[in-house]
C-alpha cells in the first residue's frame, strides 16, 4: 500500500477547534486530502483527513502535525459526496482493516486506477499505451488468509481477537468481519471467548488463518506451552466449528497440528487442471476468485505458444507457474523463489501435478545472481510477481535481450512504477497496457498487472 503514512505521533498544542475543509481527492491510503482553507494558520497546507471523500465539504478536527502535511479526523460531512454509501461493518472506522467502505464499490476501483496511473507518471514518468479494464471479484466474503491480533485487556476483563484498529496501537474489538470468509468471519465472538477462557489467554498474541477448497486452518501462536486443558479446549472448538487447529510455540518451523494428523491443505486452479498444496503458513493470494482471473489475464498478456521457454520470477508455491507449464506444452517453465520452503513445495506440487517440464530453483532475488545456473539458460517470456519491494534489483542482472514480452504483477504501485520507469526510459521497452485488480475491496490496496514490449529493432 503506497502513499502516506496511517498515523503520526500527536503533538503538543494541536489546534483542536473545528475547521471546515474542501476534500480534493483520495490520498493512496484512502484518506480525503485538502489544503486548510484562507484564515488558517497553516492555510494551503496539505490535510490527510480520515473518513472524507472527494467532493465532499466537511468539518474537520486535526489530530496530527508533521512537516509537509496535518492529519485529521471528520466531525462532520456537510455536504456529501454521491459516491458515499453507509458502511456495511458495524466496526468500520475503528478497525484498520477496510478503510472504504463509504465508497461505493465502483468508485473504489476507478480510484484504484488512478492511484496507479499517478504513481507511474510521477514516480515512473511513464504511461501505458492503454488501460486495462479493471479485474473485479466478489466485494464481501474474499479474505481467505490473513492474522488476527490478540490482546488481554484486564481493565475491560476479556480478549479482544481482531485486527489493528486505525491506532495501530491497539486491537480492535471486534464481532464479526465481512471482508473475511464467512466461516470465520463471524466467529470472532466465539474465537475471542474460546481464548477468553484459556489460562494461556495472556501469551496468546495471534491467530492465523488460511482456507483451502477443504479445509480452514487457525495457527494458534503461544509463547508458553500449552496445558492439557487448554489443548482440549481448542480440539472441541476446531470440532465444533469446523477448524483444523495448529499450534505455533517458536518460529515457522515450529507449526503443527493439534493432535496428530492434519487434513491437507489446498486448493484448485480448475481452468489448468492444477492443485496447489500449502501448509497453514505459506503465502497465498487472499483471494481465490480474483487469484484465479488474475492468473487468466496474466496468460493472456504473456500470450505463451508452444514450445517457449519461461521463466517465472518470485514463483512462490507455483501459482503462475504451473498454469504457464500447462500453457507452454512442449516448452519449459523455470521458477525461481527465495524462500527455500515454497521452492520445495513448488516441486512437490509439480510432481503432484504430474507436470515434467517445470523446474524451480532457489534465490535471493535481490542479490548478485552471476552464479544462478538458470539465469544462462535463455527465456522466450518473463512473468514476475514481486514483493512489496519490487524488482529492480533483478531486472538489471537479467539478459533482456531476446525476451519477447514480460508480464510484471505487482501488489505495490510505487515500486512497479519504478521498474516500470528503468525499463521504458533505461532498457528501452514499451509499456503496452497496464491495469488495476481488486484483490482486496474496500481497502486502500492497490494490485495491479502490465505488459510490457521489447524495444523496436532499428
Not at 545472481?369 to 517470456?381: R, Y
Request: proline letters at 6%; charged letters at 25%; a neutral charge.
Amino acid at each position: 500500500m503506497t502513499g502516506y503514512p496511517l498515523s503520526l505521533r500527536p503533538v503538543a498544542r494541536l489546534d483542536q477547534t473545528p475547521k471546515t475543509v474542501e476534500i480534493q481527492k483520495l490520498g493512496h491510503d484512502g484518506r480525503g486530502v485538502a489544503r486548510w482553507p484562507e484564515g488558517h494558520a497553516q492555510a494551503g497546507k496539505a490535510v490527510f483527513v480520515a473518513g472524507a471523500l472527494p467532493g465532499e465539504t466537511v468539518s474537520v478536527q486535526q489530530t496530527a502535525r508533521s512537516k509537509h502535511f496535518d492529519e485529521a479526523k471528520t466531525l462532520e460531512v456537510l455536504i456529501a459526496s454521491p459516491d458515499r454509501v453507509t458502511p456495511r461493518c458495524p466496526h468500520f472506522g475503528v478497525c484498520a482493516g477496510c478503510v472504504l467502505q463509504h465508497l461505493s464499490e465502483d468508485r473504489q476501483i476507478e480510484a484504484k486506477q488512478q492511484v496507479l496511473l499517478d504513481n507511474l507518471q510521477r514516480i515512473g514518468h511513464v504511461a501505458p499505451a492503454s488501460v486495462l479494464p479493471p479485474l473485479r471479484g466478489a466485494a464481501w466474503g474474499y479474505r481467505r488468509k490473513g492474522r488476527l491480533s490478540v490482546r488481554r485487556v484486564e481493565k475491560k476483563d476479556k480478549t479482544l481477537v481482531g485486527f489493528r484498529e486505525t491506532d495501530p496501537r491497539f486491537v480492535a474489538d471486534l464481532r464479526e468481519c465481512h471482508t473475511v470468509i464467512p466461516q470465520l468471519g463471524f466467529k470472532l465472538e466465539a474465537l475471542a471467548a474460546l481464548v477468553d477462557g484459556m489460562d494461556a489467554r495472556r501469551d496468546i498474541p495471534q491467530i492465523e488463518f488460511i482456507a483451502g477448497d477443504a479445509a480452514i486452518a487457525l495457527v494458534f501462536r503461544h509463547l508458553q506451552p500449552l496445558s492439557d486443558a487448554d489443548k482440549d479446549k481448542l480440539a472441541a472448538f476446531g470440532q465444533a466449528q469446523g477448524f483444523t487447529i495448529f499450534l505455533q510455540p517458536g518460529g515457522n518451523d515450529s507449526v503443527h497440528p493439534l493432535g496428530g494428523e492434519a487434513p491437507q491443505l489446498s486448493f484448485r486452479l480448475p481452468q489448468w487442471d492444477v492443485e496447489l498444496l500449502f501448509r497453514p503458513l505459506d503465502f497465498i493470494q487472499v483471494n481465490a476468485k480474483l487469484n484465479e482471473a488474475m492468473i487468466a489475464r496474466a496468460l493472456d498478456l504473456l500470450d505463451v505458444q508452444p514450445g517457449e521457454r519461461v521463466l517465472d520470477l518470485f514463483c512462490g508455491l507455483g501459482n503462475f507457474t504451473l498454469p504457464l507449464a500447462r500453457a507452454s506444452g512442449d516448452g519449459a517453465v523455470i521458477g525461481v523463489e527465495g524462500d527455500a520452503g515454497l521452492v520445495a513445495r513448488a516441486r512437490l506440487n509439480a510432481e503432484h501435478n504430474g507436470m515434467g517440464n517445470v523446474r524451480f530453483f532457489a534465490a535471493d532475488l535481490a542479490q548478485d545472481l552471476a552464479g544462478q545456473p538458470w539465469l544462462k539458460q535463455g527465456f522466450d517470456k518473463l512473468l514476475l510477481d514481486p514483493a512489496r519491494a519490487g524488482a529492480i534489483e533483478v531486472l538489471k542482472q537479467l539478459p533482456l535481450k531476446g525476451l519477447k514480452k514480460i508480464v510484471y504483477v505487482s501488489c505495490h504501485p510505487g515500486s512497479l512504477a519504478r521498474d516500470a520507469g528503468w525499463l521504458v526510459n533505461e532498457a528501452g521497452w514499451t509499456l503496452r497496457e497496464a491495469g488495476v485488480m481488486d484483490m482486496f475491496p474496500h481497502t486502500a490496496h492497490v494490485e495491479s498487472i502490465a505488459v510490457f514490449d521489447p524495444p523496436k529493432k532499428n
